[in-house]
């Protein structure tokens, strides 16, 4: 079986690379999402779109971070996917609580992963993204969904 190609939105990316620990030093989830990728446990695809937007966040929000990042990305650079086209992205635009999601959203489906790897409820968690995603053949998860998927977590039940 090959392994699952895992698509990581902005803020995945920025919990893997920028918190891999929490303020006591302890592993967070995103660091463990980390050391699965580190393991070979999936490959990660990552996207133009979610470069770009990750790299405006760590030019305004993190700053000291844009070196680390760089080195992350060293291997990628030659493999991101491109940027949807404008009709693309119109396309998703009924499925996003956020336009700025959008092109995100658009991203995904052009990278066409396994699981898209978002922590962001508002927008990739929705009854109505859900069935997006699930109608595409992607599985939606959160940082702690994924690391269940591995068998690293038990999953919770839903009240």
């Known amino acids: 079986m090959s392994k699952p190609r895992v698509f990581p939105d902005t803020g995945a990316l920025v919990a893997m690379i920028v918190f891999p620990h929490d303020h006591q030093g302890q592993i967070s989830l995103g660091g463990e999402v980390l050391q699965l990728y580190e393991q070979g446990a999936f490959d990660l695809i990552l996207s133009r779109a979610v ?3 990750l790299e405006d966040v760590l030019d305004q929000d993190f700053p000291e971070q844009r070196a680390h990042f760089l080195a992350f990305l060293a291997p990628f650079t030659d493999q991101l996917s491109r940027w949807p086209t404008p009709e693309e992205i119109g396309a998703v635009l009924p499925v996003v609580t956020d336009i700025d999601d959008a092109p995100i959203f658009a991203a995904a489906l052009v990278a066409d992963p ?19 995603w699930k109608e595409h053949g992607i599985e939606v998860e959160s940082l702690y969904g994924l690391l269940c ?11």
């Open 149 to 159: 998927l591995f068998g690293r977590r038990e999953r919770k039940e839903e009240p």
């Open 51 to 53: 470069v770009d937007e």
């Open 114 to 132: 396994n699981v898209v790897l978002s922590n962001d409820f508002r927008a990739f968690h929705t009854p109505q993204a859900k069935a997006f």
